[in-house]
């Protein structure tokens, strides 16, 4: 996936933060660039953007909770640029609020857009990707995909589950051409933070990253696909170290969210 110029993308949650930064990013690179979100006039003057930069780009306002929007969606990029190379699965909602005040219905919510909307997205590009024999499906986590924290336990749980969802798709499809990645960033600087449903409040701990730093991470990875990206290259280690110590991590991460 080297040669991006002409290559078709499409990009859930496009209309903010890293979806949109990503979405310009591929645009520079050359890609063709499919808009998707619920935000019509942010997703039609991100296009607009873009197309006055020399890129090509479509706005899709469609909710991806929709499965057959975005069957009908994907079949209109495909009748647009002839193909779909790479499907990045960003769009996704935050909840801080602690286990016991997390309804049920709220986290069957969470895991609609989270994981079942990552699904039924991935599912509609890959008989496409199977006929070109290539693709790249890149799905967004979160460093809590890795590593749950106080007042995230349902969107912990989400992000986890995305990542057995990534696993055991890369598995499924390898040897047939199709590459899957999953991407951890670290808390970023979008308005992701501000939008969310939040009932309790911890202090910000660690580093933070731009949304750029993202993007420029997401973009490395079409062009060299791998299996997993940390734009913020601590974090593995925060992951081996989880796995070997966890009780170690458990008194680092409390002490921290004091």
Not at 110 to 123: D, G, I, M, R
Request: glycine letters at 8%; a positive charge; hydrophobic letters at 50%.
């Amino acid at each position: 996936m080297a040669d991006l110029p002409g290559r078709v993308a499409i990009v859930t949650g496009a209309s903010a933060g890293i979806g949109q930064a990503t979405a310009r990013a591929l645009g520079r690179a050359g890609m063709r660039v499919a808009l998707c979100a619920r935000r019509r006039e942010r997703l039609e003057a991100l296009a607009a953007e873009m197309r006055g930069a020399g890129a090509e780009a479509a706005a899709y306002p469609l909710d991806v909770t929709d499965a057959p929007a975005v069957g009908a969606m994907v079949d209109d990029v495909a009748a647009r640029w002839g193909r779909v190379d790479v499907l990045i699965n960003n769009a996704g909602r935050g909840f801080a609020a602690r286990f016991e005040d997390t309804a049920p219905q709220e986290f069957r919510d969470l895991l609609e857009l989270n994981v079942l909307a990552v699904l039924t997205a991935t599912q509609a590009v890959l008989p496409l990707m199977r006929r070109q024999g290539r693709g790249h499906i890149i799905n967004i986590s979160s460093v809590v995909g890795r590593r749950g924290i106080r007042g995230r336990a349902a969107y912990a749980a989400t992000k986890f589950a995305l990542g057995g969802l990534t696993e055991s798709l890369r598995m499924e499809l390898r040897g047939s051409g199709i590459a899957v990645s999953l991407v951890y960033p670290i808390y970023t600087t979008t308005e992701f933070h501000d939008v969310e449903t939040k009932r309790v409040v911890f202090p910000r701990m660690g580093p933070v990253q731009s949304v750029e730093q993202v993007a420029r991470a997401i973009v490395r990875c079409v062009k060299r696909p791998r299996a997993e990206v940390y734009p913020y290259w601590p974090v593995r280690l925060l992951a081996v170290l989880s796995a070997a110590a966890p009780g170690l991590v458990d008194r680092v991460m409390a002490r921290l969210q004091r």
